[in-house]
């Protein structure tokens, strides 16, 4: 997204069953550390038990 000071990136982690941003991360460049940063907060955040499914689009929405 385009903010005041350049490009932001942001990734998102959802739960599912409850519909709310577990996690979540932005920053100025779009490298695997951010992404996985985001998953680590929900993972911190929710201590899922065993069993864990994570589905992940796979992608990305650039602006044009």
Known sequence: MWTWQGWLYLAVVI??????????AADSHMRTEFVLDALAMALARRRPGPG????????????D
């Open 52 to 63: 864990l499914v994570h589905h992940s689009d796979r992608g990305s929405l650039m602006g």
């Open 15 to 24: 739960d599912l069953f409850s519909r709310r941003i577990v996690g979540w």
